[in-house]
């Protein structure tokens, strides 16, 4: 994670593709994936939105946060009412 935070911003674009690439690979369920960058809000700290598609036709949103200290949460935004219900 350090050496993500001393490359940015192009490192944090990299983790994106790294992201994706890892999901759509491991995760079957998933028909599509797009991932953003968010805008930092606490030093040490990237944010990642991931919009996901299944191959159901289901949508989904999930946050995810990665710390400095090598921690990463992750939430489904719309059950966390950070989107609209």
């Not at 994670?1 to 674009?13: E, R």
């Amino acid at each position: 994670m350090s050496k993500i935070l001393q490359g940015l911003p192009a490192a944090a674009h990299d983790l994106m593709n790294t992201l994706s690439h890892t999901l759509l690979k491991y995760e079957p369920r998933l028909a599509e994936l797009s991932v953003q960058l968010l805008s930092q809000t606490r030093p040490g700290h990237l944010g990642y939105s991931l919009h996901a598609r299944l191959h159901c036709g289901a949508h989904a949103t999930f946050g995810a946060t990665l710390a400095r200290e090598g921690r990463v949460l992750i939430r489904h935004l719309k059950q966390c009412d950070y989107l609209a219900r």
